[in-house]
């Protein structure tokens, strides 16, 4: 019998109606089309303006959909790990609020933060309790409200990110597809390059942090441009090199979506060619946590049953890393 793997075995993407253009941005702070479109490849994302909606909500639709396209029941969910440095609230969770509000009544959940990688790090995470044999059932979704944590004065960040959440659904599989390996990396020394300054329990609001506008995310973004390429170029490398694999053999190449020219890079350093790399950045821009499952959903059509998909992400923290898998459907 072949050894159990968790497998995706559906995926679904929820994005905000509202467009952010590059020339709302325009009036907004200084900048310009040519710009952004140059230096980053986006021209627009989607911010969330629905009263009273937050990350679970997103999260939310987007695990509905995906129960419905996959025929699950909501009471037949384990597990739902939603990956996000945007939650709800700071506690309680926001997993366990997406539980909630989808009925997945025999489910439990808990976040992950490991901002743009959180997708990757909950991935491999929901995959152990599946292959393990604990859950049949396990839902993990990638969602981020950027747009709550971002200054709409500071162009080094309000160009670069945007709202969304994807889900797929992990379930065992014995034919040899399914999540086959990962690499997964930390440095807490890049927290000084990327992080929000206040909010938390080192700095708890007071009316000086809002004054200082320390309630939104902050980076040295030149600084962190050059470990994501280094980052998800060697773990790349190595989920490649340790399962035997030429980048010949690889199908797809998912790479987090914060900026065309890393993209660029990591495919270039890797040799890989542009046209197996799933690129969605131009219409949603930088969603952290919930760019690699919007790839999977936009590209899902033209992905086959055996595809070699090498899923890879840099964020705050710093964390990185990649993830093998042969695509099941
Ligand atoms: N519009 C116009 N000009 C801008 C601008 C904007 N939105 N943002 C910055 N600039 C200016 C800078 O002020 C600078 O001007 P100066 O040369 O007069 O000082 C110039 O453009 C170049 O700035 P720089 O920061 O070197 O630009 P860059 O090419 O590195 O691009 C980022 C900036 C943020 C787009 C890029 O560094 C990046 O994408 N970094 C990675 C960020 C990231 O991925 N973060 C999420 C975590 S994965």
Not at 273 to 283: F, G, H, K, Q, W
Request: overall charge neutral; glycine content about 10%; some cysteine.
């Amino acid at each position: 019998m072949g050894k159990i793997h968790a497998a995706i075995t559906g995926v679904q993407g929820w994005v905000p109606e509202t467009k952010l253009t590059n020339k709302d941005l325009e009036k907004m702070v200084d900048t310009n089309d040519e710009w952004i479109l140059s230096r980053t490849g986006i021209r627009e994302r989607r911010i969330l303006r629905t009263p009273g909606w937050a990350t679970s909500d997103m999260c939310a639709e987007a695990v509905k959909g995906l129960l419905e396209k996959t025929g699950v029941k909501p009471g037949e969910i384990d597990m739902i790990i939603v990956a996000t440095v945007t939650g709800d609230l700071i506690f309680p969770d926001t997993a366990n609020t997406v539980c909630d509000k989808v009925g997945a009544k025999n489910a439990f959940g808990f976040d992950i933060n490991a901002a743009c990688s959180g997708f990757l790090f909950a991935l491999s995470t929901g995959a152990q309790f599946v292959q393990n044999e604990t859950y049949n059932k396990v839902i993990v979704v990638g969602a981020d409200m950027m747009s709550s944590i971002i200054d709409y004065t500071d162009r080094n960040t309000c160009v670069i990110f945007g709202d969304g959440a994807g889900a797929v659904l992990l379930e065992p599989r014995k034919d040899g597809n399914g999540i086959l390996d990962f690499v997964l990396r930390g440095d807490g020394a890049g927290r000084e390059l990327l992080h929000m300054k206040a909010g938390g329990s080192r700095k708890p609001a007071t009316v000086e942090t809002l004054a200082a506008r320390e309630h939104y995310a902050w980076q040295d973004g030149k600084r962190v441009f050059v470990h994501a390429v280094k980052g998800m170029t060697s773990t790349c490398e190595e989920v490649i090199r340790r399962n035997k694999m030429t980048t010949d053999d690889v199908q797809w190449i998912v790479p987090h979506q914060a900026n065309m020219r890393i993209i660029t890079s990591v495919a270039e350093h890797l040799h890989f060619p542009l046209e197996r790399v799933m690129i969605n950045i131009e219409r949603y821009g930088n969603t952290t946590a919930a760019t690699l499952p919007l790839c999977l959903w936009d590209y899902e059509k033209q992905l086959k049953k055996g595809d070699n998909i090498i899923l890879t992400a840099f964020g705050g923290g710093f964390t990185w890393g990649a993830l093998y898998l042969k695509w099941a459907y």
